[in-house]
């Protein structure tokens, strides 16, 4: 296993668009692993191929408390969505910065498992927010943009300014 990098708002690579996973094979499984090896270290509770440079559609996911109830999800689709919450986020892209985002309060999902067999889930509470996160991701969004205009902008200079300072 390996512990991949994960990168960093505002990288224009966050910005691409993941393609579906035609088979899963040996080698999906082998970045699923990477993945959820980086997502515990980080620590987070999910993780997108995305945030590791890999543009398919692949999410890692783990909201238990005891870190031993991993959910996998390849090529997902929210298949209904219903009520509405507002719940604070955070992103392991975007290290330092919560923000309140709007998102549907319960979705039913369907994607593939590591083993490449077709799922269903009802999700709500955190498990929702965070599915939709991730899958947001896969879309080429970072939670930011969710945010108004002019905090995008004070976001991005603060970013860029801690990022010269660690250079
Ligand atoms: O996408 C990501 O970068 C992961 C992100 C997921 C997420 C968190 C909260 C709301 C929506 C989506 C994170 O894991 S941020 C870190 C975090 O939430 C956390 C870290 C340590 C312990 C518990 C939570
Ligand atoms: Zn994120």
Redesign the pocket.
């Known amino acids: 296993m390996a512990i991949l990098k994960?990168l960093q708002y505002p990288d224009e690579r966050l910005h691409t668009v993941a393609k579906p996973v035609s088979t899963v094979t040996a080698a999906t499984r082998k970045l699923i692993n990477d993945m959820a090896e980086t997502?515990y270290a980080?620590?987070?509770?999910?993780?997108?191929a995305t945030?590791v440079d890999v543009h398919e559609e692949i999410i890692v996911m783990d909201i238990s408390e005891t870190h031993d109830q991993l959910q996998i999800f390849i090529n997902p689709k929210i298949l209904e969505r219903n009520g509405e919450t507002e719940?604070?986020?955070?992103?392991?892209?975007?290290p330092g910065v919560y923000e309140k985002v709007r998102r549907a309060e319960h979705i039913i999902v369907q994607a593939l498992n590591e083993r490449g067999e077709p799922f269903t889930l009802e999700a709500g509470g955190?498990l929702a927010?965070?599915i939709q996160?991730?899958m947001d991701?896969l879309k080429g969004k970072v939670?930011v943009e969710y945010l108004s205009l002019l905090k995008q902008s004070r976001l991005k200079s603060k970013i860029k300014k801690r990022q010269r300072e660690t250079m």
């Open positions: 994960i997502m980080a620590p987070g509770i999910g993780l997108a945030q719940c604070e986020e955070g992103c392991l892209s975007v955190l927010v965070c996160h991730e991701h939670f």
